[in-house]
């Protein structure tokens, strides 16, 4: 089992910038892919990026690409989501989520793809 715990969300204006974290618990968490899922209310789960369980590769969707960086840290099993210049169409829930997938992260790219998921965190950008 690996427990995922969310911080880092909040309401900030278009433009602006949030940090997420995700810290894991449990089993080893560099055997992992990781990703960031995103969802609005009534909506499926979208997927923005993932990143390779040695951190040395990632992949972004389009709409996140150039304002989004994840990364992780196995020695604090945390992974982060940087996201700049906020838009309002980027207010969801935001999920962390691991995946036991050794493929390239932009193969791992559907929820079912993960085994594990965090309780989510909101993101709300203004306008």
């Known amino acids: 089992q690996v427990q995922l715990v969310e911080s880092g969300g909040g309401l900030v204006q278009a433009g602006g910038s949030l940090r997420l974290s995700c810290a894991a618990s449990?089993?080893?968490?560099?055997?992992?892919?990781m990703g960031w899922f995103r969802q609005v209310e009534g909506k499926e789960r979208e997927f923005a990026t993932a990143?390779?369980?040695?951190?040395?590769?990632?992949y972004y969707v389009d709409s996140v690409k150039g304002r989004f960086t994840i990364s992780r840290d196995n020695a604090e099993n945390t992974v982060y989501l940087q996201m700049n210049s906020l838009k309002p169409e980027d207010t969801a829930v935001y999920y962390c989520?691991?995946?036991?997938?050794?493929?390239?992260?932009?193969?791992?790219?559907?929820?079912?793809?993960?085994?594990?998921w965090g309780q989510g965190t909101q993101v709300t950008v203004s306008s």
């Open positions: 990143i390779s369980r040695s951190g040395g590769s990632t």
């Open positions: 449990g089993r080893t968490f560099s055997s992992y892919t």
């Open positions: 989520a691991a995946s036991p997938s050794r493929r390239l992260p932009g193969l791992v790219n559907t929820p079912e793809k993960y085994d594990y």
